[in-house]
């Protein structure tokens, strides 16, 4: 079965940075995008960044454009999030997230906490 595993959340002072990682297994890994979306409290899950199955195109929420930068290594089964530049209201849970053959699949996500 598909699974999708984060980690790498924490607590970080604004300005700092963080790497998440999400490690698939259960589907064929070099077939499909991946996704992160992130959900604070109080608030809807969004989007966040998502990446095309060969790597080659990236999108991004004009929230985290220019500063997050989503990648992935298919030999690994991984796909990364790099956060630079955090802010408070990037505090959230963040998700990785897949669609394979129509179904949504989710991590159980990882805790970011940006305060001073």
């Known amino acids: 079965q598909v699974q999708l595993v984060e980690s790498g959340g924490g607590l970080v002072q604004p300005g700092g940075s963080l790497r998440l990682s999400c490690a698939a297994s259960?589907?064929?890994?070099?077939?499909?995008?991946m996704s992160w979306y992130r959900q604070a409290p109080g608030k809807e899950r969004e989007f966040v960044a998502r990446?095309?199955?060969?790597?080659?195109?990236?999108n991004y929420a004009d929230s985290v454009k220019g500063r997050f930068a989503i990648s992935r290594d298919n030999a690994k089964d991984t796909v990364y999030l790099q956060m630079n530049v955090l802010k408070p209201d990037d505090t959230a849970v963040y998700y990785c997230?897949?669609?394979?053959?129509?179904?949504?699949?989710w991590g159980q996500g990882t805790q970011v906490t940006v305060s001073s």
């Open positions: 259960g589907f064929t890994f070099r077939l499909y995008a």
């Open positions: 997230n897949t669609r394979v053959l129509n179904n949504d699949y």
């Open positions: 990446i095309t199955y060969s790597g080659l195109s990236t």
